[in-house]
Every structure is written in structure tokens, then in C-alpha cells.
């Protein structure tokens, strides 16, 4: 069965930091991981997806995310973080049913 | 370019009322999905639509049902309101059910039942 785990639920980091918030995941096959933000009284936005091309994805806002298969993890990473960053992160994988499997979320708090 | 489109934005019920949420999507997605958030638990399907005039259940199904109207709409009803389906709900779309593509998220409906 698939799963996702974010190993954080919270991460404080001061603006102009570099960000890094944690994911491993189960699948018995390679697995479409993505990662999506969620902004307070906001749905969720898309930041990057991964569907076995490239190992390390980019995404919006400086995001990028690297597939280590031998890890099992996709963590996410920003070099420097900006207040904007500041919001609820979620880990999620498409399971063999093609439904998405959303981890417990990380929230990232920015301080100045 | 409104994306997902859900209402009510909040709404109090009490225990036994019932209520249909409502989503609508403007990007001609074939697939429609449910969701509610709850602290700690991630977001957990509720049910999906992979194309019009069709509807399965997901993971927590218990207490709902859901109409896929045509095409752009998918609501979600609640027949008789329990404290236990207070949460935020969210709708999303994606083009297919069987792709890599991404889905797409309303803004969400607080829903408290008293």
C-alpha cells in the first residue's frame, strides 16, 4: 500500500534561510509524488510534481524537490525563505488506485 | 478564470439539518473529487466522479452523497448533520482520473454542525 510521512509538523525558520521540510514515502511501484501549499483560509496550490522524469523538480516560489528512490523521500527545499513562504505544506503521493494520499502536513513559520 | 468554485463559504448547522455543498469548475475537467480536512489527518476523500454521470465512493463516504450534475458541477450532501462532519471541505478537478496531471482546489466550505 502507499503512504506518505512528513516528519515535521512544524519548522520555524527565519527570513532568508534556507527551508527544508521532510517527506518519505511507501509505494510498491515508482510513485507520481507532488507537493502542494496551503495558505491560510486557502485551498491547495500546486507547488511541484514529480512523475519520474527528472529527479530533482522545480517548482513555483524557488521550490524544488529531489527523488531520492533510495531514500524513499521527496524533500522539499527553498535556499532562501521569504514571510510569503510562511503557510501549511503537504506531501502527497498517487496511490496504486490512482487516489492522492495526502501526509498530516508540515506548517512552516517564518520569522523576521 | 475561476478555477474551482465552492459554496458556501462558511455555514453553522445543527445536529439533524441537511445541506448540499456546491463546486463548480471552468477548466472542462472530466474528474470531480470531494475531500475534508481535519487537524492532524491531511485532507481524506470523501468521493470522486471520474466523468460525468458517474460517482464512487473514497475513503470516508459514511454520511454523504454527492450529485455529478453535469459536466462543471459535483455537489456534496449532507442528509442529517452530525458534530462529527464538522471540518473544512474541499473540492478539486483534474482532467483524468488515470494521469499525472494535478488537481485543482477550491478555496474551501467551513462547515460547523452544533
Known amino acids: 500500500a502507499q503512504s506518505v510521512t512528513q516528519l515535521d509538523s512544524h519548522v520555524s525558520v527565519s527570513e532568508g534561510t534556507p527551508v527544508l521540510l521532510r517527506c518519505n514515502y511507501s509505494?510498491?511501484?515508482?510513485?507520481?509524488l507532488f507537493w502542494y501549499v496551503q495558505h491560510p483560509n486557502k485551498g491547495l496550490q500546486l507547488l511541484l510534481k514529480?512523475?519520474?522524469?527528472?529527479?530533482l523538480v522545480k517548482g513555483i516560489n524557488g521550490f524544488e524537490a529531489e527523488f531520492k528512490k533510495s531514500e524513499t523521500s521527496f524533500h522539499l527545499t527553498k535556499p532562501s525563505a521569504h514571510m510569503s513562504d510562511a503557510a501549511e505544506y503537504f506531501c502527497?503521493?498517487?496511490?496504486?488506485?490512482?487516489?492522492?494520499?495526502f501526509g498530516t502536513g508540515t506548517r512552516l513559520q517564518v520569522f523576521p | 478564470n475561476a478555477g474551482v468554485t465552492q459554496t458556501p463559504k462558511f455555514q453553522v448547522l445543527k445536529t439533524g439539518q441537511s445541506m448540499t455543498l456546491q463546486c463548480a469548475q471552468d477548466?472542462?475537467?472530466?474528474?470531480m473529487y470531494w475531500y475534508r480536512q481535519d487537524p492532524g489527518m491531511g485532507l481524506r476523500l470523501i468521493y470522486y466522479?471520474?466523468?460525468?454521470?458517474?460517482?464512487d465512493k473514497g475513503e470516508v463516504p459514511n454520511g454523504y452523497n454527492v450529485s455529478r450534475l453535469n459536466k462543471r458541477e459535483f455537489s456534496l450532501r449532507l442528509e442529517s448533520a452530525a458534530p462529527s462532519q464538522t471540518s473544512v471541505y474541499f473540492c478539486?478537478?483534474?482532467?483524468?482520473?488515470?494521469?499525472?496531471?494535478?488537481?485543482?482546489f477550491g478555496d474551501g466550505t467551513r462547515l460547523s454542525i452544533l
Open positions: 478539486a478537478s483534474s482532467e483524468e482520473r488515470h494521469s499525472n496531471q494535478p488537481q485543482h
Open positions: 514529480y512523475t519520474s522524469a527528472a529527479t
Open positions: 502527497v503521493v498517487r496511490g496504486y488506485t490512482d487516489k492522492l494520499i
Open positions: 466522479s471520474a466523468s460525468e454521470g458517474t460517482t
Open positions: 509505494s510498491s511501484y515508482s510513485p507520481s
Open positions: 477548466m472542462n475537467h472530466n474528474s
